[in-house]
């Protein structure tokens, strides 16, 4: 079967989702984005790859930090960046998204970077290029719906290998709102792929999805039990503003079950990292003494995730 | 097939060349993966003062966009301030040029360098650009044309030598 995120060589065309992309290609793109990391530290921080290139945000729901990591990502490689906030511009005016995608290629794009409210939008776009052949536009997926964020997760993965090297021999635990959350179903895809063993899931009943069986996790609905000898620890964030019915009470009393505090983190190894993908509820999924602490990794994620993303959009500018 | 020199006799010829040369302001900067392994061995026989840089130019090659990037990327480290520095560029073998150039490129990045001059183990003509090397330990006589790969190969037990590989 033809799978939209490879070209006819096996190599990456758009990245859309963890899910189906081979060990290879992850590994490959973690270790590209070794290099990456050190260009921050010089004097100027820019690389000649995509000099003359076109990359357009195309943001059909809000997200300030993604795209900025994502334009800082392509600037730094010397891209020309595009910014469309698309949620006040031309889809209000009743253009079809395909038809944006059409108009945005006869402005010569070389590469979408799309952030969308509904699960498949960037599978539509790469779908749409594939059939009117313009196999040399590529697609990363920034975020859509329920669905995936691939670069979250896959600097993830690369603050993992980062801190624990090796995935064979770990046990990591993602805790918090996982019905809602498209960055713990691009982290399972990921974890499960690069060979951890024991994945685990922790979160109200109520905040979980139903198929969680078929990922392959285990789930755990108390949060001593679930984070008992972790190498990793992954907080979701309360996702407030997809949430619709009464799902839960309220934030304070969310945390007082579901917050990660030291104590609940001290059942954890003691040399258990904590990561989180922000932006951060202090008071409701986390707690300050935790995400302030030494055990907290999750400014080096943002850091590391400027890397990630220059390396995916390397490989795709050269597939 | 020409016999090809020996890498230690050429690695004595230019550590004689580059040592009148070497003085508390120079750093040594190889590139890999000959390059560097060249460089380490130049830095400690030349007693260099500066940390060793070592860079991995696939970022600034110029057949990028044909060719993509090398899957075993290596990290550019340069520990020392660029600002005024003087800099010899090391690799092992001198060819189009096209190398040297994307390694210019990439050094004045981390600062504006006084001086870079170019060392290379081995020169075997046929340049696309207007580069030279200052320091050479050896100049082919004829062309080996673009059908074969000249480069430096590491023993398991340390030992440099030249190896003709076909491309």
């Given amino acids: 079967m033809h799978n939209p995120q490879l070209n006819a060589h096996g190599e990456l065309q758009h990245l859309l989702s963890l899910d189906g992309l081979p060990r290879e290609i992850l590994t490959a793109i973690l270790d590209t984005a070794e290099p990456f990391t050190e260009v921050a530290e010089r004097e100027i921080k820019k690389l000649p790859i995509l000099r ?37 511009s031309s889809t209000n005016k009743g253009e079809t998204l395909l038809d944006t995608v059409d108009n945005l290629c006869a402005m010569q794009a070389d590469m979408f970077v799309v952030r969308h409210a509904s699960s498949g939008a960037p599978y539509l776009i790469a779908e749409h290029l594939h059939n009117t052949r313009r196999h040399d536009i590529h697609v990363i997926n920034a975020g859509d719906g329920r669905h995936a ?15 624990k090297q090796d995935f064979t021999g770990l046990v990591v635990a993602i805790v918090g709102d996982v019905l809602h959350s498209r960055v713990a179903r691009s982290q399972i895809a990921a974890l499960t792929t690069l060979g951890v063993p024991e994945v685990r899931v922790i979160g109200p009943k109520t905040l979980m999805p139903t198929d969680l069986d078929k ?15 972790v190498d990793v620890v992954m907080m979701l ?68 995730g400027i890397a990630v993303r220059m390396a995916v959009m390397s490989m795709l500018g050269s597939n | 097939m020409p016999q090809l020199p020996d890498a230690d006799t050429l690695f004595a010829a230019l550590i004689e060349q580059m ?37 991995d130019v696939s970022f600034y090659r110029d057949d990028y966009a044909a060719k993509g990037l090398h899957p075993q990327l290596r990290r550019s480290d340069i520990p020392f301030d660029m600002e005024g520095r003087s800099v010899i560029l090391v690799d092992d073998v001198l060819f189009t040029g096209r190398t040297t150039r994307a390694a210019l490129n990439e050094l004045f ?59």
């Fill in chain 2, 109 to 167: 990045d981390y600062g504006r360098p006084a001086r870079v001059d170019l060392a290379v183990l081995v020169d075997r003509g046929e340049r696309q650009l207007p580069i030279a090397a200052r320091f050479c330990g050896h100049t082919l006589a004829t062309p080996l044309g673009g059908k074969q790969n000249l480069q430096l190969e590491k023993a398991d037990n340390g030992s440099l030598s030249l190896r003709l590989i076909d491309a």
């Fill in chain 1, 52 to 88: 003359g290139k076109s990359i357009f945000n195309l943001f059909f729901e809000n997200s300030t930090r993604t795209r900025t990591t994502f334009e800082i990502a392509a600037k730094r490689l010397s891209a020309d960046v595009i910014n469309l906030n698309v949620a006040t």
């Fill in chain 1, 215 to 229: 990922l392959g996790v285990r789930v755990f609905h108390d949060m001593r039990e679930g984070l008992r000898d």
């Fill in chain 1, 149 to 163: 964020h691939p670069t979250q997760g896959l600097l993830d993965m690369y603050t993992i290998r980062h801190y």
């Fill in chain 1, 237 to 304: 964030r309360l996702q407030n503003e997809r949430m619709s019915g009464p799902l839960l009470p309220s934030g304070q009393e969310f945390f007082k079950v579901w917050g990660l505090t030291p104590e609940k983190l001290a059942v954890a190894r003691p040399d258990a990292i904590v990561m989180h993908p922000g932006p951060m509820n202090r008071g409701v999924e986390i707690d300050s003494a935790v995400a302030d602490g030494t055990q907290a990794v999750i400014l080096p994620q943002v850091t590391f």
């Fill in chain 2, 19 to 55: 040592a009148p040369h070497v003085n508390d302001d120079t750093a040594l900067v190889g590139i890999y993966t000959g390059g560097a392994w060249l460089a380490e061995r130049l830095h400690e026989a030349l007693g260099i003062r500066h940390p060793l840089g070592t860079i």
